[in-house]
């Protein structure tokens, strides 16, 4: 894996102006949004005590369809493709599949397993030229439960965490790339979200900064060899615009006033999808590590134009 860091240009067109309107969701948890029926729709985690569950929503009326998941799985994410939703999740070192056509009745099976020393977290599909890739954030088993690498060690995995990739032609039979294209073993790597766009994936996950902050970088790739960083990194960071309610979300007025005090290092769990013209990004804001209490709310910010000049903007 080779990196390309291209902060070395002397010539910068200025930050992609990607605009934050607040909180969407009371619910601070990994969620997609995604084209369905003409609509864009948001899927959400719900954690809690027991298995995670999912939920899917009309991304602007906040109109809520029935749950479902709640079986083992966790760390929902989906894909959208033909008039069928796709949803994947892991357990352990195995990815699960649900699949749907009215968003209430959905089928499940395992689709991809990972070698036992693995535990999977979060992951992100989209298809490309020669079919989908997926992206898995992983970590040596154990490791989120804080056993040391020497009782529990996986020789692929680095830094706490790191994302791996597969290949299918149909979404549903994977093949794992070479471990030794994960990106990036050498430092904190999470919660990704990968998009193609004119001959490069891009992706982004969260970094870890110095001082207790997490924010998310972008990269892109043609053959998941060669890396190029972002110019503009990181493309975004805590700020006050995470502690307001956006108007018409239903959001108690308790949990607004917490939010406005709460403390505030973190935006993560990036995902986006184009619709009528913009790109909204979502991202969970606050503080994922504190173990009680309200940790943050799901948060959205919008650029003004497609998702192809979105994803390029930041390296031009």
């Known amino acids: 894996m080779r990196e390309i860091n291209l902060s070395q240009r002397d010539r910068m067109k200025g930050f992609p102006k990607l605009h934050k309107t607040g909180a969407i969701s009371a619910y601070c948890g990994e969620c997609?949004?995604?084209?369905?029926?003409?609509?864009?729709?948001?899927?959400?985690?719900?954690?809690?005590e027991g298995a995670p569950e999912a939920v899917i929503r009309d991304y602007f009326s906040c109109e809520y369809l029935p749950r479902f998941g709640g079986d083992g799985p966790r760390f929902y994410s989906a894909y959208s493709e033909n008039g069928t939703v796709y949803v994947f999740a892991t357990l352990d070192n195995v990815v699960y599949r649900y699949t749907s056509k009215d968003l209430t009745t959905?089928?499940?099976?395992?689709?991809?397993?990972?070698?036992?020393?693995?535990?999977?977290?979060?992951?992100?599909?989209?298809?490309?030229?020669?079919?989908?890739?997926?992206?898995?954030?992983?970590?040596?088993?154990?490791?989120s439960k804080g056993v040391d690498e020497k009782d529990g060690g996986n020789p692929y995995i680095g830094a706490y965490y790191t994302e791996f990739f597969a290949r299918s032609a149909d979404l549903t039979t994977w093949e794992l790339l070479p471990f030794?294209?994960?990106?990036?073993?050498?430092?904190?790597?999470?919660?990704?979200?990968?998009?193609?766009?004119?001959?490069?994936?891009?992706?982004?996950c969260l970094e870890s900064l110095p001082l207790h902050r997490w924010a998310p970088y972008i990269y892109r790739t043609k053959d998941f060899e060669t890396w190029e960083i972002g110019l503009y990194n990181p493309i975004l960071m805590p700020s006050e615009e995470d502690r307001r309610v956006k108007e018409g979300v239903p959001v108690p007025a308790a949990l607004?006033?917490?939010?406005?005090?709460?403390?505030?290092?973190?935006?993560?769990?990036?995902?986006?999808?184009?619709?009528?013209?913009?790109?909204?990004?979502?991202?969970?804001?606050?503080?994922?590590?504190?173990?009680?209490?309200?940790?943050?709310?799901?948060?959205?910010?919008?650029?003004?134009?497609?998702?192809?000049?979105?994803?390029?903007?930041?390296?031009?």
């Open 32 to 48: 997609t949004p995604f084209v369905f029926g003409g609509r864009l729709m948001l899927l959400e985690n719900l954690w809690g």
């Open 180 to 204: 030794d294209t994960a990106y990036t073993p050498e430092r904190y790597c999470a919660c990704p979200a990968l998009r193609y766009s004119e001959g490069y994936y891009y992706m982004i």
């Open 256 to 316: 607004a006033a917490e939010n406005a005090v709460h403390v505030d290092v973190n935006n993560s769990d990036v995902d986006l999808c184009e619709f009528g013209g913009k790109t909204y990004v979502v991202y969970c804001a606050g503080h994922q590590a504190l173990a009680k209490g309200m940790s943050g709310l799901t948060c959205e910010a919008v650029f003004d134009g497609p998702m192809n000049s979105f994803l390029q903007a930041y390296f031009e």
């Open 106 to 143: 959905w089928k499940k099976q395992a689709v991809l397993a990972f070698p036992e020393n693995f535990e999977l977290f979060n992951t992100s599909v989209c298809k490309g030229p020669e079919g989908y890739v997926m992206a898995v954030e992983c970590a040596w088993k154990g490791q």
